[in-house]
């Protein structure tokens, strides 16, 4: 589990460092798709990341308004901030958690009864799917996104004793 968490958070750092050449009015230009714009789509990341955490937690999920982070530095300071709760928990995780419940009672009175894993699962595949949809929009703009690849970036330390 951590290892596609540590992924998601250095992919993201790249994202925040190509976007540093960008003006502030470019990065919260309305686009096509996703949530509307680059950096609402970061705010949105970390926002469901850190919520989902909190709500398996049995913690309050307190609402953030994007309106209060209206350039790069202030959603990267948000990101700062929740991420030290976020990685405690991925830390800590153990495969006890895994089939764990968590109900989910909708506001429409549904109820939704999934496993943590499913849920950490979806959380990792959310920011996965919206890196993507940066990657669209790096390339409207002609320019090179940021590489998906996870091979590269010493996620998993190689056993050096053995042999080819």
């Not at 989902?52 to 609402?63: N, R």
């Not at 998906?148 to 056993?159: D, F, H, R, S, T």
Request: proline share 4%.
């Amino acid at each position: 589990m951590e290892v596609f968490f540590r992924y998601n958070w250095i992919v993201r750092e790249q994202w925040y460092a190509w976007c540093e050449e960008l003006p502030t009015e470019e990065l919260l230009r309305q686009r096509t798709g996703g949530v509307g714009s680059i950096l609402r789509t970061f705010f949105h990341v970390i926002d469901v990341e850190w919520s989902w955490l909190q709500l398996l937690q049995g913690k309050p999920d307190t609402a953030e308004d994007f309106a209060n982070y209206q350039t790069l530095e202030a959603v990267r300071e948000l990101d700062r901030k929740l991420h030290q709760d976020v990685e405690a928990f991925v830390l800590a995780w153990e495969p006890g958690m895994e089939k764990r419940t968590f109900i989910d009672r909708r506001s429409d009175g549904r109820v939704d009864i999934d496993a943590w894993g499913e849920i950490m699962r979806h959380v990792i595949a959310h920011e996965i799917h919206h890196m993507g949809q940066l990657s669209v929009w790096a390339r409207e703009l002609g320019r090179e996104p940021v590489s998906a690849n996870v091979i590269g970036k010493g996620l998993i330390e190689p056993n050096h004793d053995e042999g080819p």
